[in-house]
């Protein structure tokens, strides 16, 4: 199976379990990997076969967007299954960073993998 991956995505939403982070916005950073067969796409060069990282892209700012969870955890589940849903996609993997949420590290976070390959 072959793969499509969004690097270093960065989406500003509501998280966090602080009082002080439900009333701000904070930016999260993503690496989202999919498999996908492109061997449709590519025989005809044709982006209606293709999985549209552009379309995924909107979506995902779209969901941070409305977004507002305690737990990166939560977040990441819930993109998921959005994703896999909407875009018919059989298996993910996503890393989803925090910046700055511990001072002596560059981010934390969570790495999830769903679906089959």
């Known amino acids: 199976m072959d793969r499509v991956f969004i690097e270093g995505l ?3 939403t509501v998280i966090g379990a602080y009082d002080w982070e439900r009333g701000i ?3 999260l ?3 989202l990997r999919f498999a ?3 061997r449709p796409a590519a025989a005809g060069d044709d982006l209606s076969l293709a999985l549209d990282y552009a379309s995924v892209t909107a979506r ?3 969901f941070a967007e409305q977004a ?3 737990l990166v955890e939560t977040f990441a589940e819930r993109l998921a299954k959005v994703l896999m849903d909407e875009f018919q996609i059989p298996w993910l993997q996503l890393k989803l960073t925090k910046p700055g949420a511990i001072a002596a590290a560059s981010g934390v976070g969570v790495e999830i993998e769903r679906g089959c390959l």
């Open 10 to 12: 960065e989406v500003d």
């Open 25 to 27: 916005r904070q930016c």
């Open 29 to 31: 950073r993503l690496d």
């Open 36 to 38: 996908w067969d492109n």
């Open 60 to 62: 995902i700012q779209a």
């Open 68 to 70: 507002s969870y305690e």
